[in-house]
């Protein structure tokens, strides 16, 4: 006989379940042992699956210890910005996303777009604008090792654990790693720019849109990866969308609140509206590249 443990949400009825179990761990009271079945150990337990979860819990946690100021935020409508969060939050949010990057980036992301595979492959200059702890430019300048990267964060200590992390990952040779906020970043004539999940946070998304439409080359693209969402509101009642409402609360509305402009876009902002946003920056091409259950990838050029 074995015993399922499951969330305290669950109902019991005389001691038994009363509907389908939702599980993280199994007990087996004849071995005294707990075990994670296949599926359980997909999500828990290896850090290269995609739908790896526990960083979603670490940025969770991290997020609702600023509870009081955030409390206070919305009272004025202040916002908060994500340098102002526990340091724990840069650590969950990168394992959180990681995973999926590391399962679709180079395998199917970049390919989808237009001639920007080749490019890599022969050698670009690549802007990597929000670039937090790296992960996704050190992804990058391993699989592409003739072309030069620059990661851009506005937050000076998520560079600092980048520029290392780039040393441990044997990259540190080709990826120059800068504090610089989306709209001004330096430096002219990418190739490839790229946003991972981080439009949505900005105060003023179009005025970032517009910054990249004047560093690009003529024939660059910009490549943004957001959360998935439908346009309205009810095509995003699920379980996903309830996550990233709540993850919009605690974390991506005030902080772009807390920056001029204050657009809040939020991380269920819907192709529709982020079209709007980028070609209100002067690009006049727009399409959707690629999609996963958790992420659209978006694909902008001049």
């Not at 009825?13 to 087996?28: F, N």
């Not at 991380?267 to 070609?279: C, F, H, T």
Request: charged content about 25%.
């Amino acid at each position: 006989m074995r015993w399922r443990l499951a969330r305290q949400s669950d109902t019991y009825e005389s001691g038994y379940r009363t509907k389908p179990p939702e599980d993280y761990v199994e007990y087996d009271p004849d071995t005294g042992k707990f075990q994670l079945n296949e599926e359980q150990a997909f999500t828990f337990a290896d850090e290269s699956s995609p739908v790896f979860l526990p960083g979603a819990f670490q940025c969770a946690l991290a997020a609702i210890k600023a509870e009081e100021q955030l409390t206070e935020r919305f009272k004025t409508g202040a916002g908060m910005g994500w340098h102002e969060h526990h340091p724990e939050l840069f650590v969950g949010t990168e394992r959180f996303f990681r995973p999926s990057y590391a399962a679709n980036l180079i395998s199917s992301w970049i390919p989808s777009l237009k001639d920007v595979e080749e490019k890599l492959q022969r050698g670009a200059l690549v802007a990597d604008v929000g670039c937090g702890l790296g992960a996704s430019t050190i992804l990058m300048a391993k699989s592409y090792p003739k072309s030069e990267f620059v990661g851009f964060d506005y937050h000076d200590k998520s560079i600092e654990t980048a520029k290392q992390r780039a040393r441990d990952a044997g990259v540190g040779d080709r990826i120059r790693f800068e504090v610089a906020k989306a709209k001004e970043y330096p430096g002219k004539d990418y190739d490839f720019v790229t946003f991972f999940d981080c439009l949505h946070d900005m105060g003023d998304p179009t005025g970032a849109s517009s910054h990249v439409f004047s560093t690009l080359q003529k024939d660059g693209t910009w490549m943004i990866v957001e959360p998935f969402a439908g346009d309205k509101l009810e095509d995003n009642l699920h379980p996903l969308g309830r996550a990233m409402y709540g993850a919009s609360t605690l974390l991506c509305t005030p902080a772009s609140l807390s920056q001029e402009v204050g657009l809040a876009l939020s991380a269920q902002a819907g192709e529709k509206r982020l079209r709007d946003v980028i070609m209100g920056g002067g690009f006049t091409r727009f399409r959707r590249a690629a999609q996963t259950p958790f992420n659209l990838v978006f694909e902008a050029r001049p």
